[in-house]
């Protein structure tokens, strides 16, 4: 009989670990203490484990420097008596990187959904279980339940985008992709207003996922088949070194693994779910989602394109091209259109997705020099950075502009654009927050966003796309009408009427100013992080 062997990198598995482990319990604690104490443990708790985790990428950056372990490493390794080596996860430039924005946009995104406002109230359901309009909800609304549940779900999806930015296999990859996704179909469902839409977004999402799911581990199979292996670098090697290849197989296999992720990034045609559930979900939650998904669904098709999909860009052009002009046009299109500010970010966020595939369609294997790799990889990943905060940030200050009825009493989110009408003159610190944020999203000098447009469209030029760069140049451009519109509603119209800017317990504050502060920072010196990052791929 052979013996199977599995060695663990424990030490490099610690930011992982301690996301899931507080996850775990956290669910415990949800469990087990009183209704009263739970948000006093939960919310400190869930804070701590973050900073934790973030504390434990940096030392194991450290650590990897002093080591000369950027290169990729294995973290476990299954090896059977026949031979058989198998890798499920790895550190390496991509994973780090990844891992430490992952955790930071939590961090932020996590200090919204805990900022309960001068109302007293959060922005989740006080009981998401009870039934819209119900009796029942109306008496958890009453006795001012508390929603502490959502904190082990935010931890579950964030260590399933960490599993996912660090898998190397194509199984470890979807189980990654299913802790991500379902939680994210629970949270989007926990609005405490315009409920029915909430759960109509999050049944949408649901539904689209989980059949986007099935065509990636279909993709997976054929794979398989073609390769005789899910682990990516065994992947790489077959198809570099063998003639026989079935290459339709491998061909089938890369492009339906590459619907199940475009999907996750919101590209077209894959689209269709993301201006509903960025619209239905609860506000934090969509800037936790818009960001995190993002850097998770990006860093994969990075490693696919790698290892798999690198070596068949020549039949995979045409594919690419037109899902990258069909994302950045509906984008940009439709986005000018728009006029509720939440779908605005929606398909604001479908045009960014097209800019970064811009870059990731040069990613070709057989043509590509390592300075051309290197350069690419860390202006996707300082892409996935400055587009991050500016959203984390642009969502926390849609929590803080409320309806008004006739009587005075505050309702839900103002997000018709009509209701941004003379922010600045309400609130110039949200107004000039949002500023940065739109100027970051539009690209303008000064600002993350235009250190991480310049460096994505370097990238494409170098690599050949040039096409492909002009067409998102001038996209860019256009989307940039629709920020300007809005602030011009800001600063150039008088204030609109039933519209309240509630005050913030500090928390929602914090990541907006920490959110603002950042992006600039990164326009300003984008050479303090980008060279770090350009240097790991060295």
């Known amino acids: 009989m052979s013996t199977t062997n599995t060695m663990i990198q424990w030490a490099a598995l610690a930011p992982l670990l301690i996301v899931l482990g507080a996850a775990v319990i956290a669910t415990l604690l949800e469990a087990f203490l009183p209704r009263k104490l739970r948000p006093i443990v939960q919310r400190p708790f869930f804070l701590l484990a973050l900073i934790a985790a973030l504390a434990a990428i940096i030392w194991r950056g450290t650590v990897a420097n002093q080591q000369e372990v950027w290169a990729t490493t294995p973290l476990?390794?299954?090896?059977?008596?026949?031979?058989?080596?198998?890798?499920?996860f790895v550190e390496d430039s991509f994973s780090l990187i990844a891992q430490a924005i992952i955790v930071l946009i939590t961090l932020l995104a996590g200090l919204v959904m805990l900022d309960r406002t001068e109302l007293k109230e959060s922005a989740f359901a006080a009981d998401a279980a009870t039934t819209p309009g119900s009796p029942a909800e109306a008496e958890a609304s009453k006795y001012g339940l508390r929603q502490t549940e959502v904190l082990p779900l935010v931890l579950f999806a964030a260590g399933g985008m960490m599993a996912f930015v660090s898998a190397f296999d194509l199984l470890s990859l979807f189980i990654a992709l299913e802790v991500m996704s379902l939680p994210l179909y629970v949270l989007s469902a926990t609005a405490r207003r315009r409920r029915l839409l909430s759960q109509e977004a999050a049944a949408k999402y649901f539904l689209l996922g989980a059949f986007s799911s099935a065509i990636f581990l279909m993709g997976a199979a054929l794979v398989y088949g073609g390769t005789g292996s899910l682990i990516f670098n065994e992947i790489l090697s077959v198809a570099l070194q063998t003639t026989d290849i079935k290459t339709w197989l491998l061909l089938a296999g890369t492009v339906m693994i590459l619907v199940g992720l475009l999907f996750k990034a919101g590209a077209a045609p894959f689209h269709s779910w993301k201006p509903d559930v960025y619209q239905g979900a609860p506000t934090p939650i969509t800037g936790f989602m818009a960001a995190g998904v993002l850097v998770a669904a990006f860093v994969a098709l990075l490693r696919v394109m790698l290892y798999i999909a690198g070596t068949l860009v020549a039949q995979l052009t045409i594919f690419l091209w037109i899902i990258i002009i069909a994302t950045i046009l509906i984008g940009t299109i439709l986005g000018l259109?728009?006029?509720?500010?939440?779908?605005?970010?929606?398909?604001?966020?479908?045009?960014?997705?097209?800019?970064?595939?811009?870059?990731?369609?040069?990613?070709?294997?057989?043509?590509?020099?390592?300075?051309?790799?290197?350069?690419?990889?860390?202006?996707?990943?300082?892409?996935?950075?400055?587009?991050?905060?500016?959203?984390?940030?642009?969502?926390?200050?849609?929590?803080?502009?409320?309806?008004?009825?006739?009587?005075?009493?505050?309702?839900?989110?103002?997000?018709?654009?009509?209701?941004?009408?003379?922010?600045?003159?309400?609130?110039?610190?949200?107004?000039?927050a949002m500023t940065i944020f739109l100027l970051s999203f539009a690209g303008i000098p000064l600002t993350a966003g235009f250190i991480g447009k310049f460096e994505v469209f370097k990238a494409g030029v170098a690599g050949g796309a040039t096409i492909l760069v002009v067409i998102a140049v001038l996209a860019s451009v256009a989307t940039a009408f629709f920020y300007f519109r809005i602030l011009q509603l800001m600063f150039f119209t008088e204030p609109a009427e039933n519209v309240q800017i509630v005050k913030s317990a500090g928390f929602s504050i914090a990541a907006i100013v920490a959110a603002a502060i950042l992006v600039l920072g990164l326009g300003i010196f984008p050479d303090l992080l980008l060279g770090i990052v350009q240097g790991t791929f060295a």
Do not use: C, M
């Open 337 to 432: 259109v728009q006029g509720d500010i939440k779908r605005l970010l929606a398909y604001s966020s479908i045009a960014h997705t097209g800019f970064i595939l811009v870059a990731i369609s040069v990613l070709d294997l057989k043509e590509i020099t390592p300075q051309q790799y290197a350069q690419t990889s860390s202006a996707i990943l300082f892409y996935l950075l400055a587009y991050g905060l500016a959203t984390v940030g642009a969502f926390g200050i849609v929590t803080l502009v409320r309806q008004k009825d006739a009587a005075g009493n505050i309702g839900g989110e103002a997000t018709a654009l009509a209701s941004w009408a003379g922010l600045g003159k309400r609130s110039p610190l949200l107004a000039a």
């Open 76 to 88: 476990s390794i299954t090896q059977s008596g026949s031979g058989f080596t198998g890798i499920a």
